[in-house]
């Protein structure tokens, strides 16, 4: 007992990455192009470390087609909360395939877990926030476990709560990296339209974001693309992401 006592002792449990080493990237790839930065951080000193996070939603094929260009064998993670529309699922699958990801890990909330915590499967209908710590922050924690840096589709411009978001961040000890911070539609959209990208099948139909299925409703014209999100609650992010209405680390 006491060996291995010793030998836990010598793990090194310490982070991969601290705010300072976030604004350090800020400042350091601060007015490189999204590609670029991608490329040198992927084929250099995160290669292997990092995982891209995707929602599959309706903006995700621009991030997943520049990492695809750079490396088909990131591993890309999709968290089914199990109450996803199957018009995303449809798509990760048709994308995930047409851009050529050779590592596509699909995490699920614990049976477990959802047996004690939402036996009815209702409890985005009374504690939004608790659905997604059981449907999202968990299975999302579990899949990150093995990497020291994430890739993030988030931008600025999607809801008020964004706007100050920075292109790195800490999270949990590992580096968040937000490659389009602050990309607007329009150059969303000529991305889609230059590299011949699907949409997703919703986003036609006036959902703009495009989360749960209990969650997400239809946003009318000149509201924030993420207000179709809990639109009942007092409620803007899942879990994952901490609201960034704060000054950018610089």
Same mark, same amino acid.
């Given at each position: 007992?006491? =060996? ?22 800020? *400042? ?7 590609? +670029? ?21 309706? +903006? ?19 968290? =089914? ?9 449809? &798509? ?16 699920? %909330?614990? %049976?477990?877990?959802?047996?004690? $915590?939402?036996? *009815?499967?209702? #409890?985005?209908? &009374? ?8 449907? $999202? ?16 589709? #988030? ?6 709560? #964004?706007? *100050? ?6 999270? +949990?000890?590992?580096? $968040?990296? =937000? ?7 329009? @150059?969303?959209?000529? /991305? ?5 990208? %699907?949409?997703?099948?919703? +986003?036609?139909?006036? &959902? ?12 009318? %014209? ?6 179709? @999100? ?14 960034? =209405? /704060?000054?950018?680390?610089?």
């Amino acid at each position: 007992m006491g =060996n291995a006592l010793r030998k836990l002792d010598m793990i090194d449990v310490s982070p991969a990455f601290t705010s300072a080493d976030a604004a350090a990237m800020e *400042a350091r790839f601060a007015g490189v192009s999204a590609q +670029e930065m991608l490329r040198t951080l992927l084929t250099g000193e995160l290669a292997g470390r990092t995982a891209a996070v995707s929602s599959f939603g309706a +903006e995700s094929a621009v991030l997943l087609h520049m990492v695809s260009e750079i490396d088909r064998d990131v591993p890309v993670v999709f968290t =089914n909360t199990q109450k996803m529309f199957g018009e995303t699922l449809a &798509y990760r699958d048709a994308l995930a395939e047409r851009l050529g990801f050779t590592d596509l890990r699909v995490f699920r %909330p614990d %049976p477990r877990l959802l047996a004690i $915590k939402d036996t *009815a499967g209702l #409890r985005w209908s &009374y504690d939004p926030d608790g659905c997604c710590d059981l449907r $999202k922050v968990e299975p999302l924690r579990r899949a990150l476990a093995p990497f020291d840096a994430w890739i993030s589709g #988030r931008k600025g411009f999607q809801s008020g709560t #964004r706007q *100050a978001l920075p292109r790195f961040e800490e999270d +949990e000890g590992r580096l $968040k990296i =937000n490659p389009l911070a602050d990309w607007d539609k329009a @150059r969303l959209d000529a /991305y889609f339209a230059d590299h011949d990208l %699907p949409r997703h099948p919703l +986003e036609a139909q006036g &959902y703009l974001s495009i989360g749960c299925a209990p969650c997400t409703t239809k946003v009318a %014209p000149g509201e924030d693309p993420r207000a179709g @999100r809990w639109r009942s609650f007092d409620k803007v992010e899942c879990g994952i992401h901490a609201p960034t =209405n /704060y000054d950018p680390i610089i």
